[in-house]
């Protein structure tokens, strides 16, 4: 199975700033890599697909790249409902595997 | 609108069963591969299982495969998953996922989820 990997595992920001959460894989995925957010209680939400495709209505804060192994999601001036917790899934092979997540909190 | 609902969460005890459903709307269903990942609770994502649009393709996730049975009901636009020989850390949140294309993943869309609880 691939492993996914996150980091870091939990981030203090504040509104305004802009941070980088880092997903990597343990082979070759090309860029079959999606990111998600999740807020308490809720399903997650689709943001990133594809490595850098920005899903449908989701703001262009978000931002993802990457490719092979290591990918990026980046948000760009944190507003307070970005405040959540964000994974990272390969869509490379059975199983679609997660990354533990990274709880993004404001400091 | 696309709606997922999913039903059949419960108290079950240690090695007993359960029937998850999923009734899907807003969508040609049978056009779309569906899928089912849980969260235990406090915890990450993690992603269950699989079925193609029409039914013959499944994967699993080692931690449920022999134990979980993927099924789909296109004439009712109903993702099943049937859950065996259920144990302590199968309790979580299980939410049914609709990917965005025609292919596997991503989950575009998903379910309100729905609570299973094995203890004794």
């Known amino acids: 199975d691939i492993q996914m990997t996150q980091s870091p595992s939990s981030l203090s920001a504040s509104v305004g700033d802009r941070v980088t959460i880092t997903c990597r894989a343990s082979?070759?995925?090309?860029?079959?890599l999606n990111w998600y957010q999740q807020k308490p209680g809720k399903a997650p939400k689709l943001l990133i697909y594809?490595?850098?495709s920005l899903q449908s209505a989701v703001p262009s804060k978000f931002s993802g790249g990457g490719s092979g192994t290591d990918f990026t999601l980046t948000i760009n001036s944190l507003q307070p409902e970005d405040f959540a917790t964000y994974y990272c899934?390969?869509?490379?092979?059975?199983?679609?595997?997660f990354g533990q997540g990274t709880k993004l909190e404001i400091k | 609108e696309v709606q997922l609902v999913e039903s059949g969460g419960g108290l079950v005890q240690p090695g007993g069963s359960l029937r998850l459903s999923c009734a899907a709307s807003?969508?040609?269903?049978?056009?779309?591969?569906m899928s089912w990942v849980r969260q235990a609770p406090g915890k990450g994502l993690e992603w269950v299982s699989a079925?193609?649009?029409?039914?013959?393709?499944?994967y699993y996730a080692d931690s449920v495969k022999g134990r979980f049975t993927i099924s789909r009901d296109n004439s009712k636009n109903t993702l099943y998953v049937q859950m065996n020989s259920l144990r302590a850390e199968d309790t979580a949140v299980y939410y049914c996922?609709?990917?965005?294309?025609?292919?596997?993943?991503?989950?575009?869309?998903w379910g309100q989820g729905t609570l299973v609880t094995v203890s004794s």
């Open positions: 996922a609709k990917p965005l294309s025609s292919s596997w993943t991503p989950y575009d869309y």
């Open positions: 807003g969508f040609t269903f049978n056009n779309y591969a």
């Open positions: 079925i193609s649009g029409r039914g013959g393709s499944t």
């Open positions: 082979q070759s995925i090309s860029s079959y």
């Open positions: 594809a490595a850098s």
């Open positions: 899934q390969q869509s490379s092979t059975t199983p679609y595997t």
